[in-house]
């Protein structure tokens, strides 16, 4: 898978979570990229996903600088 797949493919399963209302509650950065868990605010349900591709772990991060300022 190309680089570029791989962006695409880890940005749509970001943005399926977001889209259902979870919010991201916490990042673990390590070696193999970023663990990222996501909340939904109507219950105890958490998703967490492996983020490894550098420009998905930007748009994350975007993400939860503006979830944090609302």
């Not at 570029?4 to 509650?25: P, S, V």
């Amino acid at each position: 898978m190309s680089e570029y797949q791989q962006y695409l493919a880890e940005r749509d399963k970001i943005d399926f979570y977001i889209q259902k209302g979870y919010r991201i509650h916490q990042v673990k950065e390590h070696l193999n990229g970023a663990t990222v868990e996501f909340v939904h605010p109507n219950g105890n349900v958490s998703e967490t996903l492996l983020i490894g591709n550098a420009n998905a772990r930007k748009y994350f991060s975007s993400l939860l600088i503006k979830q944090n300022q609302t």
